[in-house]
C-alpha cells in the first residue's frame, strides 16, 4: 500500500536564504513561515498579489465603503521593493507587522504606511489623506463615531502640535518619525488600539493545521465574521497605529 501524498508534496520549499531573512525579521516559526508560504502558493501561484487582489480583499470586508484609496495605502506598505506587486516575502513581513510586532514597531510601521512621499516626516496633507481615505473605507461607522472634520482637526492637533511650547496653539509643519512614536505612546486612546494581540499569538501553540487553514482563510479573503486573524490583518495600521 502506498504511502498517503501530501497536498504540499507538489509545492517546493520555501528557499532557506529567505527563510533565515524571514525568520530574523519576524516572530514567526520556521514550520509556521512554510505553512503560510504553501498556502500562499495555493491562492496565487504567481507567487505574488496585485493592487487588484487588495482592492478584492477591502471589498470583501467593507462591502458599503470605498475601498481603491486604503487599499493602495495597504499595497505600498507591504510593497516594499516598489516593483508594483507583493510577493511572499514581503506580504509575511507586512503581516508580521499588522499582528505581532510590538507596539512601537506597529507605530513606525504606520509611519510608513502614512508617508507617502517617503521622506522621513509627515505633513498636515498626508495625515489628512490617510484619515480621508479610512472615513472612504469605514463608509458611516467612523462618522457616527466622529464627523470627519473634527476627526482631521484632532489628528494635526495631536501629531502637530509643538512639543516643545505646549502654551503656543502654531502647529508644526511636519512631525518626524521619532516625534510621531513618542506622541503616539503617549496617547492612552492610540496605544489600548495598538497594543492587542490578534488571534494568531493566542494560537501559535496549537496543531501546524489550525496555522496553516488560519492563513489559508486570510488568502480566500473571506468575510469578517469568518475570519480568524483579524479583520484586517493584510493592512491594519490605521491612523493611529
Known amino acids: 500500500m502506498g504511502q498517503k501524498k501530501s497536498r504540499y508534496s507538489s509545492v517546493p520549499p520555501l528557499e532557506q536564504v529567505v527563510l533565515r531573512r524571514i525568520t530574523s525579521a519576524t516572530s514567526f516559526l520556521p514550520d509556521e513561515i512554510q505553512y503560510f508560504y504553501y498556502d500562499f502558493l495555493k491562492y496565487t501561484p504567481t ?4 493592487l487588484a487582489d487588495f482592492e478584492k480583499f477591502y471589498q470583501t470586508l467593507f462591502h458599503h465603503g470605498a475601498t481603491e484609496n486604503f487599499a493602495k495605502y495597504a499595497f505600498d506598505a507591504y510593497d516594499t521593493n516598489r516593483d508594483e506587486m507583493v510577493d511572499f516575502e514581503e506580504f509575511i513581513t507586512g503581516l508580521y507587522y499588522t499582528t505581532k510586532a510590538s507596539p512601537t514597531e506597529k507605530i513606525r510601521w504606520a509611519f510608513d504606511l502614512c508617508d507617502r512621499d517617503n521622506d522621513n516626516q509627515l505633513d498636515a ?27 482631521i ?9 509643538n512639543q516643545d511650547d505646549i502654551d503656543s496653539d502654531e502647529l508644526l509643519s511636519t512631525v518626524t518619525k521619532s516625534e510621531f512614536v513618542t506622541i503616539a505612546q503617549k496617547d492612552s486612546t492610540i496605544m489600548k488600539l495598538i497594543d492587542c494581540r ?12 489550525i496555522t496553516g487553514n488560519l492563513f489559508k482563510k486570510q488568502l480566500k479573503f ?6 480568524s486573524l483579524s479583520d484586517s490583518t493584510l493592512a ?3 491612523i493611529n497605529d
Open 47 to 50: 507567487g505574488y498579489l496585485t
Open 125 to 151: 496633507f498626508e495625515l489628512e489623506n490617510i484619515v480621508q481615505a479610512l472615513y472612504e473605507l469605514s463608509d458611516v461607522d467612523m462618522s457616527r463615531v466622529e464627523v470627519y472634520d473634527d476627526a
Open 236 to 238: 491594519t495600521p490605521n
Open 198 to 209: 490578534p488571534l494568531i499569538n493566542k494560537r501559535r501553540s496549537k496543531s501546524e493545521s
Open 222 to 227: 473571506q468575510s469578517p465574521m469568518q475570519k
Open 153 to 161: 482637526e484632532r489628528v494635526k492637533e495631536l501629531f502637530l502640535s
